[in-house]
């Protein structure tokens, strides 16, 4: 059974994550960071990976811009569930495909494994990430030819609606593709849930 959870902001949704997947313990995930490498929030990453870690998981973090080949598919095969992070969606698809990691992430969701993408990780499931361009810089993933996405669900998502930092973004992404896109809004304070077909709006406080 495919399953995501694709998140506007983790820290905010935290508790989503223990309802979805409740036998955390002793499980192990691939943390890849490689988003944020070209934006200033890296410093997110830390608080991240110490929240997991409270919730009981093993953090095995996977920089996709440095790692070789072989060292990505032992780690996203191993491990038992994958959490890509937020930042540059363009640059972070442009790292992903490089490398390969984009099918091998595929791979890996179809086996079943738990996918989740917080902001440009979970943009990038979706099977085109230009909408984004209103958000985030292309110019930040030169190498970026094509701008394919992922292609794990049938809409695409717009994180950070309403917030104060990127909210305007979101508004000009809805009045220039409503009607054309199937567009899913989240705020930073929700999640949704996605298991094959079925879609679920999940927030903090419905867990």
């Not at 984004?132 to 970026?144: F, Q």
Request: charged content about 25%.
């Amino acid at each position: 059974m495919k399953k995501l959870l694709l998140l506007s902001m983790f820290l905010n949704t935290s508790r989503v994550l223990g309802f979805v997947e409740p036998e955390l313990k002793n499980k192990t995930v691939t943390y890849i960071p490689t988003a944020s490498k070209v934006e200033p929030w890296s410093y997110f990453n830390n608080i991240i990976k110490y929240k997991l870690k409270k919730m009981g998981l093993s953090v095995d973090e996977l920089e996709v811009s440095r790692a070789s080949y072989g060292d990505i598919k032992y780690k996203l095969e191993k491990n038992d569930l994958i959490y890509v992070s937020g930042g540059n969606t363009f640059f972070l698809m442009q790292e992903l495909k490089r490398t390969g990691t984009d099918n091998l992430i595929i791979q890996e969701v179809n086996k079943g494994k738990l996918y989740i993408g917080e902001s440009a990780g979970a943009i990038i499931a979706a099977d085109n990430i230009g909408y984004i361009s209103e958000m985030d810089s292309m110019k930040k993933a030169p190498k970026l030819k094509e701008y394919a996405g992922l292609n794990l669900i049938d809409f695409c998502l717009v994180p950070h609606h309403r917030s104060l930092k990127f909210g305007k973004a979101a508004k000009r992404i809805i009045k220039k593709y409503a009607g054309k896109m199937n567009l899913q809004l989240i705020t930073d304070r929700q999640a949704i849930l996605v298991e094959n077909d079925k879609i679920i709006l999940l927030s903090n406080k419905d867990v």
